[in-house]
């Protein structure tokens, strides 16, 4: 069994996405360890503010798999996959890390954005702090910890998992 930490994202009726996207994926591995919901403004684009988490994993799948696992998830859930890269969407799913495997097919990983992005890292060192890195060797609090933080304001928001998604 391999251990993956999937990154997740939404801006669009976040609350409902977010809220599907995670029992979809509680569907699909069973149990799974969250971080906080954290509230991001858009990165890359103007557009509304997203909420983020980070989510961990087992998984007999390959990465393949996986990966194509997420993309169904996605348009599932009313992503488009033709839309532009930095653009509005239902829900954002992008498989972080692999165990510890460096791979470039069929996707790069570590994903590039891990140590780029507050809204990844931080979730990702808030579930994971000791885990290290595959390339940098340092664990990802210490990457958070290096983090220039006012860079991309982020802050945690208390999420209601309960909330009705209609």
Known sequence: MATIFISIGSNIEKERYIRQGVAQLVT??????????????????????FYNLV????TSLEIGEVTTLLRQIEVANGRDRSAKK?????????LLLY??????????????????????????AS???????????ETYQALWSSFE??????WAIDFDWQGSDQ
């Open 127 to 137: 579930i994971a702090p000791d885990l290290m890195h595959p390339t940098r060797n």
């Open 28 to 49: 699909a591995f069973g149990s799974i360890n969250l971080s906080s919901v954290f509230e991001s403004e858009s990165v890359g684009f103007d557009g509304s503010n």
């Open 86 to 94: 930095f653009s509005s969407r239902t829900l954002d799913l992008d």
């Open 149 to 154: 933080q006012s860079s991309q304001p982020l």
């Open 99 to 124: 165990d510890d495997l460096v791979v470039t097919s069929p996707v790069v990983l570590p994903r590039d954005e891990i140590d780029k992005n507050a809204f990844v890292l931080w979730p990702l």
């Open 55 to 58: 989510c961990s994993a087992t």
